[in-house]
């Protein structure tokens, strides 16, 4: 569904001899092909060839869902019929009746009914290939992503009912390793992660964004362009609403250039922009295009490693300082997930213990503080790790400063001194006589 043309951003694009906004809609003209797209949409072609699941990857705004849109709308409609869920809220029985909704057919309030019609439906469609696209999958609940997992072995089908495209964070993999998940984990037969354009990449987007409304002159500064690709930290979505709200600054000013002051101005207009790393100044004949991204950008995109020995091991020493003996269930493990995914250590689990249970005796908390499904919620987690930090009392005063030590005295002033002792004590004795 296309917007509804804006009569004054129309005027400002005529101004500018742009045949739309710049930066608005993406587009064929401004499609960026960059090798690791192109091995995303071969992955997602073998995918649907071959009936298997796939797992894409990436963080927030990277572009997953318009590169899977892009390769939809690519597919030979004789040949594939894609189904696209995108409400990760459903649960596993409303992701049935939307399943069966989309295969047209009227779904039922039972679930063995809605089975029935999806099974009929994936009948129906004979040589046809269906593709199931969940996108937001890590929000999924278990009972949801189990329950697509069992219809991939509808009736026992060889090769399975249909293609499945898992879109999510780049946590989603980390998830489906736990222990609930690994039936689906292993059925994933490719996965990639989309990592964040280079600087390089960035600025050829621009240009071809540009390019694709009209506009093939030197448009934008070189330090605004500059200024652009570090402040979207290599995220196409970051990147398209920086690069739009910058032209309409430039636009709104009568500025046929976008520069350096309009991307300021976009940086406060746009709210993603602030969480992002920026660098405090960037040369106008600085050349990003051979430099990494910066290390707080790509921290931000790489979440630390976590597998089912850290989850356990963390949960052992739960159970050591509590004396307790938990098994650990799907919830107990993905609560730990979530903790450790935050970046919490072994460190700040003992610590936070062993102050909870210091108030315990003291009876300034309740024993509940230590169950496990309230010690580890990330909030209350981070609030008793910063109090048990808290200094009660002010810090004692500082030991004054020793004196400086006297210098040792002159041997023949202290020869002297003595003389002049016994010579006292001579006359004091002769007086007395």
């Known amino acids: 569904m296309k917007n509804p043309p804006n009569l004054e951003l129309g005027q400002l694009a005529h101004q500018w001899g742009a045949t739309s906004v710049p930066f608005g809609q993406p587009t064929a003209e401004g499609w960026l092909d960059t090798p690791q797209n192109q091995r995303a949409l071969n992955l997602l072609q073998q995918t649907a060839a071959l009936r298997s699941v796939m797992l894409l990857a990436g963080p927030n705004g990277v572009g997953k869902s318009a590169l899977v849109a892009r390769w939809l709308r690519s597919l030979d409609g004789r040949l594939f019929s894609p189904l696209v869920l995108t409400h990760a809220s459903l649960s596993s029985n409303g992701l049935l009746a939307a399943l069966t909704a989309k295969l047209g057919k009227n779904p039922s309030f039972r679930r063995q009914g809605n089975l029935a019609l999806i099974e009929a439906a994936l009948s129906e469609l004979g040589p046809v290939v269906p593709l199931i696209i969940l996108d937001e999958a890590q929000n999924f609940s278990y009972a949801s992503l ?58 050829q987007y621009l240009q071809h964004s540009l390019a694709a409304v009209g506009i093939n002159r030197e448009a934008i500064e070189p330090a605004a362009l500059n200024l652009l690709a570090s402040a979207s930290g290599g995220l196409a979505r970051s990147l398209g609403l920086l690069a739009r709200a910058a032209w309409i600054e430039a636009a709104s000013a009568g500025a046929q250039r976008i520069e350096p002051a309009h991307v300021q101005a976009a940086m406060e207009r746009v709210p993603g922009a602030a969480t992002l790393s920026l660098p405090s100044a960037v040369p106008a004949n600085t050349d990003l295009s051979s430099k990494p991204m910066s290390p707080t950008a790509s921290a931000a995109n790489s979440p630390p490693a976590l597998d089912a020995a850290a989850i356990q091991q963390a949960h052992r020493l739960y159970c050591q300082l509590t004396g307790q003996t938990l098994s650990l269930g799907f919830d107990r493990e993905r ?73 040792s005295p002159d041997p023949n002033r202290q020869q002297q001194g003595r003389q002049r002792a016994l010579e006292c004590l001579r006359q004091l004795k002769a007086s007395l006589y």
Do not use: C
């Open 335 to 407: 609560m730990w997930y979530e903790l450790l995914r935050a970046g919490y250590t072994l460190q700040d689990l003992r610590a936070v213990i062993v102050y909870l249970q210091r108030e315990i005796r003291a009876q300034r908390r309740n024993v509940g503080a230590l169950k496990l499904s309230n010690l580890l919620q990330p909030d209350r987690f981070e609030e008793d790790r910063q109090i048990s930090r808290v200094r009660l009392r002010p810090p004692p005063p500082p030991k004054p400063t020793p004196p400086p030590p006297q210098p």
């Open 146 to 203: 189990e329950e697509m997992r069992l219809l991939l072995g509808l009736n026992l089908a060889e090769p399975p009912a249909f293609a499945l495209v898992l879109v999510g964070d780049e946590y989603l993999l980390g998830t489906l390793r736990l222990r609930q998940h690994r039936a689906l984990h292993s059925r994933i037969a490719a996965q990639l992660n989309l990592s964040p354009w280079t600087p390089a990449q960035m600025i």
